[in-house]
């Protein structure tokens, strides 16, 4: 995905790329155009949804309570002392104070996580075009500023597009970061999926044989050896016959 949505300088100069996905988040750092680094977290965005739904709600309703109040980054000021409202079907109100600390804590445990992977790499001081953030787990309000926070670092940025041209509908086009990797996908594919192959049926070979149509006719062949029955009962009749007046005429 590296080559699709980082440019060949930030590949060139040194940088890690954070694919913050739903249930992994990957760090790959690159440096003169070389993967020197690859690790793997099991975290990700669906893990804060998971912990958003102690407050007794279902993981539809969590996710959309982190999409529209999430806060890497909240800070408890009196203008915020407003609720949250999801359409629950208990009809509750949550209160964003409540809701952004159980954000806030599991996105500085996988920041922390992360930054200290890349620290272990041996590449923290030589990422030289800095951290690159991207995938869904990315649009959390105010992450840049948080991993700032947590890694003393100023080089941070979030991308949410692979470089490449795309062609197709603007409303199944998404610019948020969760079509990076699958994009990235089809761009590296060097093989037209979509080629028509025009069919050609195989030769066939047809084989005339004479079948006797009437060969499970129970009945007939019955009534058949009936009569060659009585034919050969008529020949040894006329037989004996035959020579009963040869040896009336000898005499």
Not at 140 to 164: G, M, N, P, R, W
Not at 173 to 181: L, N, R, S, W
């Amino acid at each position: 995905m590296a080559e699709n949505v980082l440019t060949e300088s930030e590949m060139r100069a040194g940088c890690a790329i954070v694919d913050f996905g739903a249930d992994t988040t990957t760090i790959a750092i690159y440096k003169n155009n070389i993967l020197r680094y690859l690790n793997v977290l099991p975290l990700g965005g669906n893990t804060i949804t998971h912990d958003i739904t102690t407050l007794q709600m279902e993981e539809e309703d969590a996710e959309i309570l982190k999409l529209k109040y999430g806060d890497a980054l909240y800070e408890d000021k009196e203008e915020n002392k407003e609720k949250a409202n999801c359409n629950l079907r208990d009809g509750r109100m949550i209160d964003i104070e409540q809701l952004n600390n159980i954000i806030g804590a599991r996105t500085e445990e996988i920041l922390a996580n992360v930054w200290n992977l890349i620290k272990m790499s041996g590449y923290a001081d030589k990422l030289f075009a800095g951290i690159i953030f991207t995938g869904g787990g990315s649009n959390l309000k105010h992450l840049e500023e948080a991993f700032k926070k947590y890694s003393q670092t100023d080089k941070v940025k979030t991308v949410h597009s692979v470089q490449q041209t795309i062609y197709g509908m603007n409303e199944i086009q998404k610019k948020d970061g969760t079509q990076c990797a699958l994009l990235s996908l089809l761009a590296t594919g060097n093989e037209n999926c979509c080629r028509l192959v025009t069919a050609r049926p195989a030769a066939q070979t047809t084989e005339n044989n004479t079948t006797d149509m009437f060969a499970n006719d129970v009945d007939l062949k019955a009534q058949e050896e009936e009569n060659r029955r009585k034919l050969e009962e008529e020949e040894k009749r006329r037989k004996e016959e035959e020579k009963k007046r040869k040896e009336e005429e000898k005499r």
